[in-house]
């Protein structure tokens, strides 16, 4: 298993920032907000309303210290006019060396190409880091916005997943994967 430790200073481009969650920053109590505000379209954070936003920045913090966590590791996504966060980047190993990506916007900040510039900042990253061959995204072929956001982040489409049996899922996955020379 590959350990990520998280980036002492975040990570940052000219649009967002990218920071491990804290509970010192706020972080739990915008999770609540959220959930209080009814923000939750698109279930772009993990687990909520079924947790609370302490658990939930406990569960992510546990991941970066590469304790047991039901998410993973993730960062929260912000940008410099909002002084709480705007979305979620969601990382979990899928096998040795393969890193697996989620990401969320919360919908007052979605059709800017946050999600897009905070998968693709996140990504490189994730690329960069020793033992690391490949980040890939699994998006459900219904998932239009999703697709977008992955190909705009540089993704390319590597192959098509069945529903896996007794799942009770309707349509494909579509499997992407970050192809770095073109980001």
Known sequence: MTVLTAPAAGLTDSVVTLRPPSPDAGDAATVDKYVQDQQLDGAWLPDVPLVTGAQLVAD?????????SRNGPAFVVTVSEQSHFIGVVGLNERDEGVVAISYGIAPRWR??????????LGSRWIASQSGIHRVEARISQDNRAGERVAVNAGFELAETIPPARDTGQATDDL????AQSSS
């Open 111 to 120: 059709g800017r190409g946050l999600a897009s510039q905070a998968v693709r």
């Open 60 to 68: 992510w913090t546990d991941g970066w210290a590469a304790r047991p």
């Open 175 to 178: 499997l992407y994967v970050f």
